[in-house]
């Protein structure tokens, strides 16, 4: 929606590795076997494929969806835009209850064949779950089981949520309420990019 509504290229992590993994890469390969037995890739791959993303794609703003996880990330980012003469505008932290992820888990589908993500409630199917895009089977994703959840909480809390305070003194963190609906969240997103852009 971003990208519709204002030019901007939007890139995570997942999404830079489900394209290596398509093209057959080498990089690809190993990180999908990787992601397949329920690891997680490392800070350093990650880092460098985000770089050459930004090489590609970043020259006229750029969003990341779900980058930097950590403060190492964040920290190599930020020198990754020093090398390339740019800075983060705007950082937005999206504030979502454990039970509101609870539910999206659990009602959450993916594509096997090209990776568009859905929930079952908005999804309308008649028989079987097939992706609106390509016809491929939609499924709920391996690493979505409510099992693993406390585990990506805990590391949620550990990992992540430093980052509030590292953007926060940097002056472009922004907080805003997750837990409504999609288009209640984008118009705020919305908004605060405006906000940026307009000065
Ligand atoms: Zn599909």
């Known amino acids: ?47 460098e494929l985000i770089e050459d993303w930004l090489r590609l794609h970043g020259g006229h703003g750029f969003v990341f969806d779900g980058f930097p996880r950590t403060l190492p990330q964040a920290e190599s980012l930020n020198s990754i835009l020093k090398r390339l003469r740019t800075a983060l505008d705007l950082v937005i932290w999206l504030e979502v209850s454990e039970e509101t992820v609870r539910d999206r888990i659990a009602g959450r589908l993916q594509c096997g064949e090209c990776g568009f993500t859905t929930s079952s409630s908005s999804a309308q199917f008649a028989n079987r779950a097939v992706c609106p895009y390509c016809d491929g089977p939609l499924a709920r994703r391996n690493d979505d089981d409510l099992g693993v959840l406390q585990t990506r909480l805990q590391e949620f809390r550990s990992k992540t949520e430093p980052l509030a305070s590292f953007y926060k003194e940097l002056s472009i963190l922004r907080r805003t309420d997750g837990n409504r609906d999609r288009e209640a969240v984008f118009s705020d997103i919305s908004q605060l990019i405006e906000d940026k852009s307009s000065r």
Request: a neutral charge; glycine letters at 12%; charged letters at 20%.
């Open 1 to 47: 929606m971003i990208t519709r509504n204002f030019g901007i290229p939007v890139t995570s992590p997942g999404a830079i590795l489900r394209r290596e993994r398509d093209l057959g890469t080498p990089l690809g390969q190993e990180t999908a076997e990787v992601l397949q037995s329920g690891g997680l890739v490392s800070d350093k791959i990650i880092i």
